[in-house]
T-cell receptor, first 114, second 115 residues
Framework: NAGVTQTPKFQVLKTGQSMTLQCAQD?????MYWYRQDPGMGLRLIYY???????DKGEVPNGYNVSRLNKREFSLRLESAAPSQTSVYFC?????????????FGPGTRLTVL | AQSVTQLDSQVPVFEEAPVELRCNYS??????LFWYVQYPNQGLQLLLK??????LVKGINGFEAEFNKSQTSFHLRKPSVHISDTAEYFC?????????????FGTGTQLKVEL
């Protein structure tokens, strides 16, 4: 039982390049999330998916797109990377959207945009 | 909108000493409260959460937190820390009604345990 896995672990991009961050969970959770973590700012929600086939914007969605490929997988795409998107990206999942549900986090992807 | 304040960005403490990490929140409605821990180069994991009932909540690794509604606080405590407790600690809240399961995180407190 691997929990939440993310690939890649590290990535360096040039401004304007695109890439997709992959996330998968094996806990049969319905809901999945993408966060970014910046120094002194905690974690901020980018997008979330309440269930397979649905996605919604979070606090900081600009410059990102997401795809809930199936129940297990939730990807985050940067179409044209900018230096402001340099951050650590975390994927998380929870059984559902109940406010009492615990969110389980992956190990993160450290992205640098030059 | 809700917000979370962790006033201490860093807390150094000697091994076996007690520690308190402070968390205050602001919300116009009732909230659920969480503490997450992030060990170096890892994702976050849940330490404990307050949903209802007893205001003293016990979590993993000997940590506990006390919910104080009048002071809108949820401070995290451990009576005797170990080197392995060195990590970043995040307080988070979610509204009891409205807004979905969206966690609002504080900016984190780096706990550094020294010998």
């Amino acid at each position: 039982n691997a929990g939440v896995t993310q690939t890649p672990k590290f990535q360096v991009l040039k401004t304007g390049q695109s890439m997709t961050l992959q996330c998968a969970q094996d806990m049969n959770h319905n809901s999945m999330y993408w966060y970014r973590q910046d120094p002194g700012m905690g974690l901020r929600l980018i997008y979330y998916s309440a269930s397979e086939g649905t996605t919604d914007k979070g606090e900081v969605p600009n410059g990102y797109n997401v795809s809930r490929l199936n129940k297990r997988e939730f990807s985050l795409r940067l179409e044209s990377a900018a230096p402001s998107q340099t951050s650590v990206y975390f994927c998380a999942s929870s059984p559902g959207l109940q406010r009492t549900d615990t969110q389980y986090f992956g190990p993160g992807t450290r992205l640098t945009v030059l | 909108a809700q917000s979370v304040t962790q006033l201490d960005s860093q807390v150094p403490v000697f091994e076996e000493a007690p520690v308190e990490l402070r968390c205050n929140y602001s919300s116009s409605v009732s909230v659920y409260l969480f503490w997450y821990v992030q060990y170096p180069n890892q994702g976050l994991q849940l330490l404990l959460k307050y949903l209802s009932g007893s205001t003293l909540v016990k979590g993993i690794n000997g940590f506990e937190a006390e919910f104080n509604k009048s002071q809108t606080s949820f401070h995290l405590r451990k009576p005797s820390v170990h080197i392995s407790d060195t990590a970043e600690y995040f307080c988070a809240v979610t509204l009891i009604t409205g807004g979905g399961n969206k966690l609002t995180f504080g900016t984190g407190t780096q706990l550094k345990v020294e010998l």
